[in-house]
């Protein structure tokens, strides 16, 4: 079993629909995550950082940590043909382990 | 301002040949990371470094990889007598620094390695 679970998809969305991402983990120790974007043939951009449980908003991006179940969500409200991307979720632990654990990574197509 | 970079952008190799990779990093971000990306496998962590010294190498495959740091900046990736296995996508991150404040990684755009 896989330290990070992530749904590769593909999903597909029409436009101006909310798109939902999950990750589930298996280390209780992680404590830092994160969602990257990445685009074909490029590399991961940073989307949102959270510390710890808990909400965190950025514009039309909500990022979601419950460490109690081990899940974490990001979601894309009103989406855009340009959020069609593969989003990776990636956490660490911290305390002199800095490394991130990543996600397979989901597929997100947004049709127009 | 200039984000990671990362140099060559795509490198073919023979079988056998040794390739070095290389990574400038965010100017001022103290800590630098390696990792590799395959179908296969996903995103993987090579090694970390903090300043110069690096205190995790743990994800590096085998005794053919290593990585050096100088100055406190650029980074080089150096694989020796390469096999098809190591074909990959070689990403490059910094971060400001290490613990709460500063966990942010933020990636170059890779090295394609195709091992022929």
């Known amino acids: 079993q896989k330290e990070v679970e992530q749904d590769p998809g593909p999903l597909s969305v029409p436009e101006g629909a909310i798109v939902s991402l999950n990750c589930t983990y298996s280390n209780s120790a992680f404590q830092y995550f994160m969602w990257y974007r990445q685009y074909s043939r490029k590399g991961p951009e940073l989307l949102m950082y959270t510390y710890s449980s808990g909400n965190k908003e950025d514009g039309r991006f909500t990022a979601q940590v419950d460490k109690s179940s081990k899940y974490i969500s990001l979601f894309i409200r009103d989406s855009q043909p340009s959020d069609s991307a593969t989003y990776l979720c990636?956490?660490?632990?911290?305390?002199?382990?800095?490394?991130?654990?990543f996600g397979a990574g989901t597929t997100v197509t947004v049709r127009a | 301002g200039a984000g990671v970079s990362q140099s060559p952008s795509n490198k073919v190799t023979e079988k056998g040949k040794d390739v070095e990779l290389r990574c400038d990093p965010i100017s001022g971000h103290t800590a630098l990371y390696w990792y590799r990306q395959s179908l296969g496998q996903g995103l993987e962590f090579l090694i970390y470094f903090q300043g110069n010294s690096a205190p995790d190498k743990s994800g590096l495959p085998s005794d053919r990889f290593s990585a050096e740091r100088t100055g406190g900046s650029v980074s080089t990736l150096t694989i020796q007598r390469t096999q098809q296995e190591d074909s990959a996508v070689y990403l490059c991150?910094?971060?400001?620094?290490?613990?709460?404040?500063?966990?942010?990684?933020?990636f170059g755009p890779g090295t394609r390695l195709t091992v022929t």
């Open positions: 990636a956490m660490s632990a911290g305390s002199n382990d800095y490394k991130l654990s």
């Open positions: 991150a910094s971060s400001l620094g290490v613990g709460r404040a500063h966990p942010e990684q933020y």
